[in-house]
């Protein structure tokens, strides 16, 4: 097998079958989806879980799985993603409409779409168009009412560094 290089997920329909075992990790270990974006490179999660490890069991199988999967497809091997999955608690409060506003607007913010929205592979646009109904939780709370302007708007500096210090941490 050759040496894996570049991104994950570059076509439709790589996004698409990683949203399909999206589905099959929650029929195996079932996970409150708050916000989702997939990147070619990267996916961000906003989840809450009921076990102390279910979280970590979900991603074990849902990133092995695709990763076995990705590699038998193209006959290479090595890293799929960017980097290792990372977990951090988010208090039910601003802070999780913070962090879920970062993950919405990710696309945006990487220059993939003009607003957000637009991007098809995350939890934005399905909400908007009622797409993967099934998959997407209800946050503990109502999203603002002026939530796709919010999500669209720019992050100051000092959000996207106390996200990335909450990250990093």
Known sequence: ?????GAALRRPCDYDAFV???????????????????????VHLVVAQQGANDIS?????????????????????????????KAFAIQQDVHLLTVMRYVERNPLRAGLV???????????????????????????FALPAN??????SPQTSEELAALRASVNH
């Open 147 to 152: 939530w796709l302007a919010w999500v669209n």
């Open 1 to 5: 097998p050759r040496q894996q290089s």
């Open 57 to 85: 069991r979900w991603m074990h199988w849902l990133l092995t799985t695709h990763g076995h999967r990705h590699h038998l497809g193209r006959a290479t091997c090595g890293r799929v993603w960017q980097g290792r999955f």
């Open 20 to 42: 399909g075992l999206i589905g099959q990790a929650q029929q195996r270990h079932k996970l409150s989806l708050l916000a989702v974006c997939m990147m070619p490179n990267h």
């Open 114 to 140: 003009e607003r957000a929205e637009d991007w098809a592979w995350g939890s934005l646009a399905w909400r908007r168009r009622g797409a993967w109904e099934g998959l997407l939780a209800c946050p503990p």
